[in-house]
């Protein structure tokens, strides 16, 4: 079985800042993670994704994140918030032998940026 | 290319009664997949289908159904409604290998009343 759990439901950070949005995981093989954002009546867009090989991955929108299996991590980091980065983010793990199809998501963090 | 697509957008029904939810995934998708996401909380995972087959089943009653169409649209089916499914239904699309990431649709709406 696979979990995910998001520290902080809430995150808020002002124009300019670091955004650190955290993500561990629970999963018995190694896993395939991901990271969503989802935007006010929209589906979840995909940010980045970790595989294999490279435990640094580098997302869309100045996004990346770190692949820690000894702390379990997969946090979401990005030098400098903008006021679009407003959004809910979700962090997801799926089984490598399976597919993406069955994802286990977190409950999310809503990022505000403030002015 | 078309993202993913899902009808009706959004959809208000009385308990007790049936609703079927629509979805059309990206052009060579084979694998579709279905969410369940309630206010506040992260999607969860209802079915998988793949070349018309279920290939996993979440945590979710029998009144939950779903098929998956030779052009490998799909449909999603809840019977017997009850107000706790009010919730927003996300369907997804994606290729049929491990490391392919999950495309949404924008979902429907449903508020069961």
């Known amino acids: 079985a696979q979990s995910v759990t998001q520290l902080g439901s809430h995150v808020s950070v002002s124009e300019g800042a670091l955004v650190l949005l955290r993500c561990n995981y629970s999963s018995s093989v190694p896993p395939y993670l991901f990271w969503y954002v989802q935007y006010p009546n929209q589906g979840l867009q995909l940010l980045l994704k970790?595989?294999?090989?490279?435990?640094l991955v580098k997302g869309i929108n100045g996004f990346e994140a770190e692949f820690k299996k000894s702390e379990t991590s997969f946090h979401l980091t990005k030098p400098s918030a903008h006021m679009s980065d407003a959004a809910e983010y979700f962090c997801?793990?799926?089984?490598?032998?399976?597919?993406?199809?069955?994802?286990?998501f977190g409950d999310g963090t809503t990022l505000t940026v403030k002015p | 290319d078309a993202g993913v697509t899902q009808s009706p957008t959004h959809l208000i029904k009385t308990r007790g009664q049936q609703v079927t939810l629509r979805c059309s995934p990206i052009s060579g998708h084979k694998s579709v997949s279905w969410y369940q996401q309630v206010l506040g909380q992260g999607p969860q995972f209802i079915f998988q289908?793949?070349?018309?087959?279920?290939?996993g089943r979440g945590n979710f009653p029998d009144r939950f159904s779903a098929r998956q169409f030779p052009n490998y649209s799909s449909e999603l089916n809840v019977n017997a409604l009850l107000l706790g499914d009010s919730a927003l239904y996300l369907c997804?699309?994606?290729?049929?290998?491990?490391?392919?990431?999950?495309?949404f649709g924008n979902g429907t709406r449903l508020t069961v009343t």
């Open positions: 289908y793949y070349e018309k087959e279920e290939r």
């Open positions: 997804a699309s994606s290729l049929a290998v491990a490391n392919s990431p999950l495309h």
């Open positions: 970790y595989t294999t090989g490279a435990t």
């Open positions: 997801a793990v799926s089984d490598p032998n399976t597919n993406a199809g069955k994802s286990t």
